[in-house]
């Protein structure tokens, strides 16, 4: 039987109902407003969970809306990480991919949250491994003229109230920041992201990074000493 | 408490990670410590500064090119599946597995000749006049390969294959007539039979099951007149079902294809004062690529009466 094909099409809302997946709908229940975050996320979970066994069976509508859920979060990250749209896309990619040829292998034992993190965070983590062997630094260019430029200092800032100097001011700041965050390994680096930029919880960051609490706290605290430390330096 | 447990614990403490207690007692110690206090300040000073470093939600155009590619990239995958899948729906693995097996290709032989026999016999059986709706068997169910509606009589004749190619007839109420169209409207190779499928299933919009399986089509089939039917089908659906007029919205923003999208604009113009098709609107009277839906999307919103 051939597969169905699949599209994906830009989610224009939040909590846009499942196509194709039977039973994937609730009926609506009136909860109290204090039990509206527990109980929006065992729905969630429930929801998840009966999505992966449609994927698991070759629903490949009920992958899609897997997808459709985290991708958001997943592209943010990989490209806050890489600073590249082009190298956040591949990650972005590799990550469902893999997901979709592994899916029959989840065994529910951790959260699908914390499992497509888990797969991200590898990849992230293999980019800066590479990246740190070819020394390179993504964020300076060369353009055609041989002329380097910071990326980052191209970035104008568009929010309501900025004025140009500030403006100025915020992107050396931030490329600055870019240059600092190099000095991390690629693990203090990834925990520095996932709790400062992404603001996970770090019992989340040691799950996902299969390790405890405590080492998730001791990296960040390391990080953390070493970011100030390399910060004095270029002040 | 001492001061090296604040400096251990300062950035625990402003990520909000640590314990009630310890939180308090921390922010006591450093209330009456001033290098502490100092510590906390400069901890406090170093994430604002990293924070210079924006995070960005990645724009709706790129979160939509990389889907496209990813969903280029799962039309040329297939999920890992149980050895007993493999011999029920992949004969071509199975037949690049006889090249280089000889007994196995002794076994497909006699398994495919006895198979053959039985399949024979049974259609001698059978009588071929007016087919009724069966049980079907939806393992033995190899897809759709036609689908008729008589004007006449108003019945729907589905053609589908199994071991042996099959018929069903009746009206599209029938529940097995209903649930082969749904099937072949989501899973059917050849875009004719998913058309005709849509379109027969047009005139059963006020089933549910039928709307949801038109939204699939609308938002995920591959052809555009697939899309456009289903569409037209869902369009009577725009005030009274949330989820049809979010898929008819995607289709707006989204559609590769002129025609669905202008579809689309006329069929959510009777909800056009909901929050959420004006802002759609505005987004095209202001910066769509096309003329006409630029066009169209001010005179909507033109249209409209306005809020004080």
Redesign the interface.
């Known amino acids: 039987?051939?597969?169905?094909?699949?599209?994906?099409?830009?989610?224009?809302?939040p909590g846009?109902?499942v196509?194709?997946v039977p039973g994937a709908e609730q009926a609506p229940t009136v909860i109290p407003s204090h039990e509206r975050g527990a109980a929006e996320q065992t729905q969630r979970r429930m929801n998840d969970a009966e999505l992966i066994r449609e994927?698991q069976r070759?629903n490949?509508?009920a992958f899609?809306e897997l997808?459709r859920q985290y991708?958001?979060p997943v592209?943010?990250l990989a490209?806050?990480m890489t600073r590249s749209?082009q190298d956040?896309?591949d990650i972005?990619?590799e990550a469902?991919?893999k997901a979709?040829?592994?899916?029959?292998?989840f065994r529910f034992e951790c959260s699908f949250y914390t499992w497509i993190y888990r797969i991200v965070t590898n990849l992230c983590l293999d980019h800066l491994r590479k990246r740190q062997v070819r020394k390179e630094d993504s964020g300076v260019v060369t353009d055609s003229d041989g002329e380097t430029f910071d990326m980052?200092d191209q970035v104008a800032d568009v929010r309501p109230g900025a004025s140009p100097e500030k403006d100025l001011m915020?992107r050396e700041?931030?490329s600055r920041?870019?240059k600092v965050?190099e000095k991390l390994t690629p693990r203090e680096r990834m925990v520095f992201e996932m709790?400062?930029?992404?603001g996970l919880?770090?019992r989340t960051i040691g799950e996902i990074l299969n390790t405890t609490e405590e080492t998730a706290?001791n990296t960040?605290?390391r990080g953390?000493q070493k970011?100030?430390a390399a910060?004095r330096g270029v002040r | 408490m001492n001061c090296e447990w604040v400096r251990q614990n300062v950035t625990l403490y402003l990520y909000g990670e640590l314990a009630d207690d310890a939180q308090h007692e921390l922010e006591q110690h450093v209330a009456r410590c001033q290098t502490c206090a100092a510590e906390l300040a400069e901890q406090r000073e170093f994430q604002e500064q990293m924070s210079a470093l924006p995070v960005e939600e990645p724009t709706a155009s790129f979160l939509a090119a990389s889907r496209m590619r990813l969903q280029e990239a799962l039309e040329h995958e297939h999920p890992q599946r149980a050895w007993y899948q493999r011999l029920a729906f992949d004969p071509t693995a199975w037949l690049r597995q006889v090249r280089f097996s000889p007994a196995l290709a002794m076994v497909i032989f006699m398994v495919g000749f006895g198979g053959g026999l039985g399949a024979m016999y049974q259609s001698m059986r059978h009588n071929p006049g007016t087919p009724q709706p069966e049980n079907i068997n939806w393992q033995a169910i190899g897809g759709v390969t036609a689908i008729e509606k008589d004007p006449a009589t108003n019945e729907v004749k589905v053609q589908y294959d199994r071991v042996a190619p099959g018929t069903v007839q009746g009206r599209v109420s029938d529940p097995k007539v209903q649930d082969l169209l749904l099937y072949a409207a989501k899973s059917n190779e050849n875009s004719g039979v998913r058309l005709s499928s849509v379109d027969a299933l047009a005139e059963k919009t006020d089933d549910p099951r039928v709307r949801e399986t038109l939204t699939y089509a609308l938002r995920y089939d591959s052809n555009p007149g697939v899309r456009l039917h289903s569409l037209e089908g869902l369009a009577a659906y725009v005030k009274d079902d949330i989820r049809v007029r979010n898929a008819v919205l995607e289709s707006l923003l989204n559609d590769s294809n002129l025609g669905v999208r202008s579809g689309a604009l006329h069929a959510l113009e009777p909800v056009k004062a909901d929050s959420s098709v004006r802002m759609a609107l505005e987004q095209l009277a202001k910066d769509d690529p096309s003329d006409y839906m630029r066009g169209e999307s001010k005179r909507l919103l033109a249209a409209m009466p306005t809020v004080y």
Request: proline share 0%; aromatic share 10%.
């Open positions: 039987m051939a597969a169905e094909a699949i599209a994906i099409a830009l989610t224009v809302s846009i109902a196509a194709g994927a070759g490949q509508a899609e997808v991708d958001g592209l943010r490209y806050h749209e956040a896309q972005y990619q469902f991919l979709y040829r592994n899916i029959g292998s980052l915020r700041l931030g920041i870019a965050l709790k400062h930029y992404q919880k770090l706290k960040l605290f953390t970011l100030r910060l």
